[in-house]
Each structure stands twice: as C-alpha cells, then as structure tokens.
C-alpha cells in the first residue's frame, strides 16, 4: 500500500511536537537552569535522572494501554487529544521561573523536576501512540522508511524552527548580555511560544490521520495481566529488539551529551554570536532534508543495517575533527564568520548521517515489531514504539544528566557572572568532541548484529498473512 504523500504530511507534523521539546531539553534547559537561574548543574541532572525513572515505567505503560485500547476513534488517537494539556502547559511552566523569585536551590529544583516530569508525560501520552501509527499504516519494507523519513523531517524541523526563533526572536545579543541566551527575561516568553506550537502540531496530526484509527487488525485485547506479562517477556527475549534498545540507547547517551554540551561550546570555545548560532540551523535543516531524500532511495537498494552503520560511523569521527583542527591553529579565529564557512561542511555531514540513523532505525523497529508480532501472535506496535518514545528521551535525559556531571566534573562554572577558564574550555571540548566519538564505537559493535534483511522480512509478512 502506498501512502499518498499529504497523509504522510499530515502524520508526519505530529513529530514538530517532539522536535520542538526535543531541541529545548538537549540545548536550552541544562544552560537555563544551570547558567541563567542558577541551580546547580549536579542538582539538575538529579532532576532529569529522577524523571527519567519516571519515563522508564510510564513509556511502556502507555504502549500496553494503547496496544488495548478499544475506542470509536481506534486505539491510537484518542490520546493525540490526552496528551496536548500537560504536554503544553508544564512546558510553558517549566521556563516560566524567573530570576527575581530568588528561590533556593531546593525550590528551583522541585520546580525543574515537577514540571520536566509533567512535560514528559504528556508526550509520552501523545507520542507512543504516534510512532505506534506510523508503523501501521504500511507494513512495507520500503514504503515504512519513507512515512518514518517524513516523520525525522518533521521532528527535525519543530526543533530547527524552535531554535530559530530562540536566536533571531527571543534571545538577540543585547549591550548587556552576548550571547542573548544568558538573558533571564525572554525564557518565559520562549516557553510559551514552543508549548504553544507543540499543541498545534498534535491538532494538525490528529485531525489528518483520522482515515486511519482503525488500521490495526488486531481485535481487542483484553488487560489480562498475565497476558501482559507474557508479551513483555516475548518483546524482551527478541534477539533483534534487545540488538535495537541498547544500540539506540547508546548512540543516546553519545549523541545526548554532544548535543546538551553545544550551546556551551558554541558560547564559551567557538565564541559565536546568536546570528552565527542561528546561521548554523539552515545548514542543520539541509542535511536533515538531504537525508529525507537520499534514505528512501538507498533503502531500495541497500540493506538498512548497511546503511545505519555508515551513518554511526561517519557522525562519529566527524565532529572532533573541527576541535582538533582548531586546537592546532589550522582553522580560523573563534567567533569569526570565517570560522562559521569552516565548520559548516563538518556539521553538514555530522548531521546528515545523524539524521539518517534516525530514519533507519524507526523503520527498523517496525520490522522488528512484525517480528515479535508473529511470535506473540499479538500486535504490539504500542509497546515496541513505547522503547523508541523511551529512548528518544533518554537522547536528551541523558544527554543532559551526563553533561552536567561532566560540567560538575571539570568544575564548570554556574550562573552567568562567573566565566570558565582556558582550562575548563579545553576539557569541554575535550569531552564534546573526541570522547564522544569513542562512546559511539559501542553502538556501531551492538548494531552490526542485527539480521532482519528485506528477505527476513518478507517471510516474516507471509507467515503472518497465513496465520
């Protein structure tokens, strides 16, 4: 079956939400509390740790809930709805605090973990049911590569579009505060603006999808514990889904901590002005657009393991090679435009095949859920989706818990009126760059042992077409 290309649009907008939420907690929230309110980095990544812990029983949760779930408008849209109130609004309240309350460390960071939580769970309410989707709405091969390629795009472009009006809108360098971002009184202003274009992408994906809220062929399954049980047992066992988690999970603890600790770099080792930060999201959105092409069509052609273990490689050893080539002298001075030209073909890359990683492995994970389904003989697209929407977090959950214990670790300075010196600059960039191409080795082993290849998968859907 083939999707026409407006329904993909509209299922693929759903992602914006995810993007906009993503592009804040990897790069905005750590410096936010950290640098502009001033709780310590240690104190927030405790309060990430602590809703991650919450994310590890409420992902799952709601996959076996939507899995059962049996509603006039299907099993998955009814929590598309559910999910835009505390999705939205705990958004907003998360950067609403303000400088001025002169709130104790403890508040602030009550403050930070009740409303990250909350955040959280309203898009786990939302996007377990959402991935789950768009692995139904085609069991093909090729064809879910291409709804997933349109899902990236979207999410990516939610979060380039949150981080563009972050740096041109919200947080322009002023006299007083270059960069812009150390500004205490936008953040409130950006909060509400990303929690409203969350809810509108949700809208905007429910409202388009709803062809297709009865696309499972599953009939109802009741909430047997035992049977519950049994599935998570059988999802567990999977050879090909555990490969899945823990090559995902640590390409997002890798690429989590790369991307929590770039506005660091960006202000304190590079030394760019928003302009330059914000100039940086156009090429960001052309490699992302550049993978959306290129994937569905290699996918024709090459296997998607080939293919994902390209693209870890490459997103590897690319981004320390700008650091080491600037620490030798070779590259530009920090904070010019000419700098800017010359890092620009390095993020290019770098985020190409960031991206297309991402295509390949949701469209793995629909091929594993077919798997799994055959031998549960039970559809559970909620649950396997649930550890992506789980994962997907711990990108930025971790990212951001490792980060501020690194910064604790190299005694990173808080607050913005004490600045790092050369010391603690070189050891961020150390860690940004060369020891996270080393983490990314451990993904790109755990992956190389996935077996599900087209002809896998074609057995695989003929067995279940005779069941």
Known sequence: MTIQAKEKFFYASGAAANGIKGDAFTFFLLFFYSNVIGLTPGL?????????MVDAFTDPIMGIISDRTNHRLGRRHPYFLLGIIPMGLSYFMLFSIQLSWDLSQQYLFLWMLTFTILTRLGMTIF????????????????????????????????????????????????????????????????????????????????FGTLKYRNTSLNNQISFD??????????????????????????????WGLNSSLQIYMNTYFWEFKSIMIASFLGIYALSTFSAFLVIPRLVLFLEKRSILLFAIAFAALIPPIPIL???????????????????????????????????????????????????????????????????????????????????????????????????????????????????????FGIFSFYKIDRERHRNILSQLEVR
Not at 44 to 52: D, M, N, R, V
Not at 234 to 250: E, R
Request: net charge negative; with cysteine.
């Open 44 to 52: 927030a990544s405790l309060a990430i740790f602590i809703a991650l």
């Open 127 to 206: 996007d377990v049911p959402h991935r789950s989707l768009g692995s139904e709405m085609s069991r093909s091969y090729t064809e879910r590569t291409a709804i997933f390629a349109a899902r990236e795009m979207f999410g990516w472009a939610g979060g380039l579009f949150n981080a563009f009006l972050a740096y041109t809108v919200f947080f322009k360098d002023t006299p007083e505060y270059i960069p812009g971002t150390q500004n205490p009184e936008p953040w409130i202003y950006y909060g509400m603006t990303g929690g409203t274009l969350m809810s509108i992408s949700v809208l905007v994906s429910y």
């Open 225 to 254: 514990l035992k049977l519950i049980f049994s599935q998570i047992f059988i999802a567990l066992k999977n050879k090909s889904f555990l490969i899945f988690f823990f090559g995902y999970l640590f390409i997002a603890v890798s």
């Open 325 to 443: 080539l600037y620490l030798n002298d070779i590259l530009p001075d920090s904070g010019s435009w000419n700098l800017f030209f010359a890092l620009a073909p390095f993020i290019y890359l770098a985020n190409t095949c960031l991206s297309s990683s991402a295509i390949v492995r949701e469209s793995m994970l629909g091929d594993i859920s077919d798997e799994v389904e055959l031998k549960s003989k039970i559809g559970q697209q909620g649950l396997m989706f649930a550890s992506s929407s789980l994962i997907g977090k711990l990108n930025t959950g971790l990212g951001i818990l490792v980060a501020g214990l690194a910064l604790e670790f190299i005694g990173f300075p808080q607050g913005s009126a004490v600045l790092p010196d050369a010391d603690q600059i070189f050891s961020l960039a150390m860690v940004q760059g060369p020891f996270v191409a080393l983490l990314m080795i451990i993904p």
